[in-house]
């Protein structure tokens, strides 16, 4: 019984660090991704002198975050664009936008919002790649 008691107590903290672990995993693969996806935009910017229109123009259209979502690519240079924001509603980047959407699926434009908080997002022209509440 002493036995039964103790390896429960093991599996009550093991199981929530696992998940934990594979969540942190997760964000780092989709930060890596945003970050080699941002230099195949910036090539095709320095080839075409213009930011492609999609995802698919750069050869990663077809391309998923780690939750099985496609990543989400705005350029700014669309007037009909909208960037998305920092808490002080100033734009997160001057060249386009790169994000994936994170563990929930859902989002909204200001980083503010309670859906944007596990989004993975581009930063600062490409300074910063990782959580939205890492960011702020």
């Known amino acids: ?8 107590i093991l599996l009550m903290i093991a199981v929530p660090a696992y998940s934990d672990y594979k969540e942190r995993t997760k964000v780092f693969q989709a930060s890596t991704d945003l970050a080699a996806i941002s230099a195949m935009i910036k090539n095709y910017y320095q080839d075409a002198r213009v930011f492609p229109a999609s995802l698919a123009q ?17 350029n700014l240079a669309d007037p009909k664009a909208k960037p998305r924001k920092n808490k002080k509603l100033h734009p997160l980047n001057s060249d386009f936008d790169l994000y994936s959407v994170g563990k929930d699926g859902q989002t909204n434009l200001p980083l503010t919002a309670k859906s944007s908080r596990d989004d ?15 960011y702020e």
């Open 58 to 74: 750069v050869g990663a259209g077809s391309r998923l975050d780690p939750w099985g979502r496609p990543y989400v690519y705005t």
């Open 120 to 134: 993975v997002i581009r930063a600062n022209d490409g300074r910063y790649y990782g959580l939205v509440s890492g």
């Open 1 to 8: 019984m002493i036995g039964i008691s103790i390896v429960c």
